[in-house]
């Protein structure tokens, strides 16, 4: 079985602030690792996703996440953030069974 | 452009009564889902599809059904035997496998029991 945690509900910052928000995960299998994002009443979107190689991985919107194997982490950052990156973040693993289990969420709030 | 179409975006349930959400897409994808979003609980999967004529339960298909009868379309029926059907339902899709680029996911439907 595989599960997700994300060890921050809500996270407020300053616009220009770097954030940070954590994601463990826990897979007794190799995983695919992803991160979307949320804005009201709307669907997901995928922000970046890390299938293998190098454990460093880019997104949309200036985002960027790290795999860290040994700690079974997935931390999505951004050296600046802006009022318009407010919304929900998910986290979710995938173990290749095409079923994504899906983390409760990170409300970030960028307060101006 | 290719995407997933979720409609009605605003549904009203009354007690008793069963309702259908419709999921469309146009992505080719074999493996369809259905998810349900409930403030401060994250994503829950209610059913899944990986091709067609074939389904199978996530973890609370308790008081819902599905059909896949065709490659592009994966309704939802909330059924009276769902106690608290109101939430945020959101449909997605993807190819899996090897190259498993991640979900794409409709607007979701909003649907309130009245």
């Known amino acids: 079985a595989q599960s997700v945690t994300q060890l921050d509900s809500q996270v407020p910052v300053f616009e220009e602030a770097p954030v940070e928000l954590r994601c463990n995960y826990s897979s007794s299998v190799s995983v695919y690792l992803f991160w979307y994002v949320q804005y009201p009443n709307q669907g997901l979107q995928l922000l970046l996703k890390y299938l293998s190689g190098s454990t460093l991985v880019k997104g949309i919107n200036g985002f960027e996440a790290e795999f860290n194997k040994s700690q079974t982490s997935f931390h999505l950052r951004k050296p600046s953030v802006h009022i318009s990156d407010t919304a929900e973040y998910f986290c979710?693993?995938?173990?290749?069974?095409?079923?994504?289990?899906f983390g409760d969420g990170t409300t970030l709030t960028v307060k101006p | 452009d290719g995407g997933i179409t979720q409609s009605p975006k605003y549904l009203f349930r009354k007690e008793g009564q069963n309702v259908t959400l419709s999921c469309e897409q146009n992505l080719n994808h074999d493996a369809m889902y259905w998810y349900r979003q409930d403030p401060g609980q994250g994503l829950r999967l209610i059913y899944y599809s990986q091709i067609v004529n074939d389904f199978q339960k996530g973890d609370i298909a308790e008081g819902y059904s599905v059909s896949r009868e065709k490659k592009e379309s994966f309704p939802l029926t909330v059924t009276s035997a769902q106690k608290n059907p109101t939430a945020f339902y959101l449909c997605?899709?993807?190819?899996?496998?090897?190259?498993?680029?991640?979900?794409?996911f409709g607007s979701g439907t909003r649907l309130t029991v009245v």
């Open positions: 997605a899709s993807t190819e899996p496998g090897q190259s498993n680029y991640g979900y794409t």
């Open positions: 979710a693993v995938d173990t290749n069974a095409g079923k994504s289990t």
